[in-house]
């Protein structure tokens, strides 16, 4: 590159780190811009086959579009009306539960000191405090009409891209000139990305039918609430599994008792193993090409930049990541370093 020949190697490192940092610090300023037009353009790619079939079908694009806008804000809806109303009642129920906390502090403590603890009775309250739940929760009602605002934006945001789909790889070849390989490696971006996310939405929303169905039978409180909480975080890689059972384990111990909390976290224990651990990998067939060391760093550093939605996408914005980068010699380490294990079989082969 002419613009860094009078630099050093060391200097033009220097140059370009600095830059990538201050791309990064304008994402994080620009995330509550950035973040719905990401999810919006994720949910576009999903929402591609199912506009195509009915343009398929004979039915004219902006009857199609309106269609699938009228049908996501009606899912939507009343998804937001189960969820506020669940909220609502375990709002009306936090007193309740907070006598029942308390005399479940009261135990632990007891047994506490009887093992040689002192003053367990007394720090207990301190350390875990039953109030913060009540704020939380109070604090997810004063924000859901913010959130059903940003989701009518991010559904008309989808509508217009839909809209623009077809048009987009003439703009492109006309606009930067993309050549055929380019086309290719955009095509296969695009088809990785949206056969990740259409697996992931069908194994999240059984991860959150079974979670539902098992806490029915458990007759635990809010259990569409948890079932909810349970697909959204489905989305989250290693750490979703394990957050969308504490809420629902919590609950059933305050409501009944332990012998009821362990089959709880067994009935999580075993979807996500099997849907988790046995039918998504034989699905998505032969990983992510993702190792899972970059997978755990995505998720910290997209959802520092992006918030909530950075930690939900966080899987295929790294994947965009690494194809981008192995289309360069200069920085396909990086995306070699990024992608997944390489079998030492084939080094030797090679």
Known sequence: MPAFAGFSPIARGLIVAAAIAVLVMCLRAASPIIAPILLAMFIAMIATPSLHWMLRKGMPKYLALAIFFLVMLDVSSVVAMIVTGALEGLRGSLPTYQQRVTFLYDQLGRWLENIGIENSRNAIPDLLDPAMAARMVRAMLASASGSFATLLLVLLIVVFMLAEAPKLPIKLREAFGITTTGEERLQRLLQATR???SIKCLTSLATGVCIGIWLWILKIDFAVLWAVLAFLLNFVPYVGSVLMAVPAILVSLVQYDFPTAILVAIGFVVVNIVIGSILEPRILGRGLGISPLAILLSLLFWGWVLGAVGVFLSVPLTMALI??????????????????????SEIGEG
Not at 326 to 341: F, I, K, Y
């Open 195 to 197: 056969h990740y996310i």
């Open 323 to 344: 194809i981008a980068l192995d289309a360069s010699p200069r920085t396909r380490p990086l995306a070699v370093m990024l992608g997944p294990e390489i079998d030492q």
